[in-house]
């Protein structure tokens, strides 16, 4: 958790660090500028992506309270293949697009890369980091976990060990996050899982808030409430799914979800208190957006497609039923549309 707290610092210092970079001409918000009528729906939109985002994170934490959100349930599975279209979505249609804008910005000139597409090199790069990184924990555990129990029974039993840890990793479907879920294994994934998802989720989340900060017309800030508002909403039902199958401590459960509340709000604050020198079209601003939210949309799509959909999908408990598979692609299904909807305002 260290980890968290250092790199959130570092992400909400990053705006700051670029305020004072001015180089193409900003349209000042189509001559609509009203600060302090401004000032008064950003105070709104501080509140309402607060509430939003808090009630999002805490609903899949109530499973102690109710049993149809218990993380074995059928309604708990339904919410978690709802949340991962959200955070699909949210990394195609919201993420990946802002990335390509910033990277592609008539305003940064003739840059180095040309015509590369940086923005879809970078989020590809992230995701394979992300494989890279996940692969390489669970490997140091499992080589850990085998070697404890080698010593436990002895060197004699060496094979039969052997036999056991590749049967218990692979056996479901060769794929080592098919690994119970109760199982240490499982559970050193989806706290992997929650923690890097969170890291995506909050680049994202920083960047959208200070943009919001940094808007002086209240005709672009008033759609923004009501979508960023239902956006922190969903995406926090995706992450609150995520840290309840990771079966945290009570502390950590409340750093994380406090995180994820806060960023947005603060990047909001950010944004208004360099509003006077921050200009979203600088070239140092743009670049640094761009690089960040293509980070963000590639591990967001990765741990959609890989950690949640794939996962989920081949759980026995899926795969046996018609009825769930019904429930889970419909949930899916719309995840992904109620996201890409918001991207019409947000």
């Not at 992230?126 to 060197?155: K, Q």
């Not at 795969?319 to 299904?333: D, N």
């Amino acid at each position: 958790m260290n980890f968290l707290w250092v790199f959130l610092l570092l992400l909400l210092l990053l705006p700051i660090s670029i305020s004072a970079d001015c180089t193409c001409d900003d349209s000042n918000n189509d001559g609509d500028v009203n600060k302090s009528q401004a000032l008064k729906f950003k105070l709104i939109a501080v509140v309402s992506i607060l509430v939003a985002g808090a009630v999002g994170v805490c609903v899949p934490l109530l499973g102690k309270m109710f049993d149809s959100l218990r993380p074995e349930s059928n309604g708990f599975l339904t919410i978690k293949f709802f949340a991962a279209g959200v955070i699909l979505a949210t990394g195609f249609v919201h993420v990946f697009p802002d990335a390509n804008e910033s990277l592609e910005n008539p305003c940064l000139g003739e840059k180095s890369w040309g015509d590369f597409p940086l923005a879809n090199f970078i989020a590809m790069v992230s995701a394979v980091v992300v494989m890279m990184v996940e692969t390489a924990v669970m490997s140091l555990f499992n080589r850990w976990h085998y070697n404890n129990n080698l010593a436990e029974h002895g060197g004699g039993d060496e094979e039969k060990h052997q036999n056991h840890v590749h049967v218990h990793t692979h056996a479901s479907n060769g794929h080592a996050h098919a690994a119970s879920d109760g199982s240490p294994e499982g559970l050193l994934r989806h706290r992997i899982l929650s923690q890097v998802l969170e890291v995506g989720i909050l680049i994202h989340s920083v960047i959208i808030g200070v943009s919001l900060g940094v808007s002086v017309s209240p005709k672009t800030i008033k759609p923004l409430i009501i979508a960023l508002s239902f956006h922190q909403l969903f995406e926090g039902m995706g992450l609150g799914t995520c840290i309840t199958e990771a079966k945290f401590n009570i502390r950590t459960i409340a750093t994380m979800s406090i995180f994820f509340s806060l960023t947005t709000p603060i990047g909001i604050a950010i944004g208004f208190g360099i509003s006077n020198t921050y200009d979203e079209n600088g070239q140092t601003a743009l670049i640094v957006q761009g690089v960040l939210n293509a980070a963000s949309a590639g591990i967001l799509i990765y741990m959609a497609l890989v950690d949640l959909l794939a996962a989920d999908f081949m759980k026995s408990k899926v795969q046996t039923s018609p009825k769930l598979q019904m429930m889970a692609c419909i949930a899916l299904l719309l995840g992904l549309g109620c996201m890409s909807l918001l991207a019409k305002w947000a």
